[in-house]
T-cell receptor, first 114, second 115 residues
Framework: EPEVTQTPSHQVTQMGQEVILRCVPI?????FYWYRQILGQKVEFLVS????????KSEIFDDQFSVERPDGSNFTLKIRSTKLEDSAMYFC????????????FGPGTRLTVL | AQSVAQPEDQVNVAEGNPLTVKCTYS??????LFWYVQYPNRGLQFLLK??????LVKGSYGFEAEFNKSQTSFHLKKPSALVSDSALYFC?????????????FGAGTRLAVHP
């Protein structure tokens, strides 16, 4: 069964450093998403991406964040200058369509900012 | 504003007994509703969804959920719990009326099934 994969599983970085989190969505899916879950808190939407552009973003997704689909398979989330409060589990998801279709989630990348 | 409430932080049930995990929602339009499960050190796994049609939807691993529009609820149920069902369960809603695809999640309910 096709799955969303994410690398790395755990990333430790120093405050102020740039990180790139990588995702490989399910191959025939067209919509891509990033969510995050700060320890002990809700899963929060960050951004959705379709047809090579951002279709929706939350207030959390400020200028420090960017997303890219650099090739036909990868979908990345970049945080330019990490802050302590960026420490969280980051989940990538994809769906075949945007409307009623199901979003399938990857296993997550745990980001720790020191 | 869209929101999802899961009123119980934890639900405890004995193996073999029926289980219910509660979820209520608030959206302006007709909601799309989802349940996901998270096992330790794993991602969110899709269980089931309600889009339209029959209010009772069946999903993976014997789970089902009932959409109740008047009570704005979408409770997750299973007739006979297994110890392996112990996990964190998330209810989520999407409000398509504004063209939004994002999921709004509840805080999660930890299900503990005891032998």
């Amino acid at each position: 069964e096709p799955e969303v994969t994410q690398t790395p599983s755990h990333q430790v970085t120093q405050m102020g450093q740039e990180v790139i989190l990588r995702c490989v969505p399910i191959s025939n899916h067209l919509y891509f998403y990033w969510y995050r879950q700060i320890l002990g808190q809700k899963v929060e939407f960050l951004v959705s991406f379709y047809n090579n552009e951002i279709s929706e973003k939350s207030e959390i997704f400020d200028d420090q964040f960017s997303v890219e689909r650099p090739d036909g398979s990868n979908f990345t989330l970049k945080i330019r200058s990490t802050k302590l409060e960026d420490s969280a589990m980051y989940f990538c998801a994809s769906s075949e369509e945007g409307e009623s279709d199901t979003q399938y989630f990857g296993p997550g990348t745990r980001l720790t900012v020191l | 504003a869209q929101s999802v409430a899961q009123p119980e932080d934890q639900v405890n049930v004995a193996e073999g007994n029926p289980l219910t995990v509660k979820c209520t929602y608030s959206v302006s339009g007709n909601p799309y509703l989802f349940w996901y499960v998270q096992y330790p050190n794993r991602g969110l796994q899709f269980l089931l969804k309600y889009i339209t049609g029959d209010n009772l939807v069946k999903g993976s691993y014997g789970f089902e959920a009932e959409f109740n529009k008047s009570q704005t609820s979408f409770h997750l149920k299973k007739p006979s719990a297994l110890v392996s069902d112990s996990a964190l369960y998330f209810c989520a809603v999407r409000d398509p009326s504004g063209g939004y695809n994002k999921l709004i999640f509840g805080a999660g309910t930890r299900l503990a099934v005891h032998p």
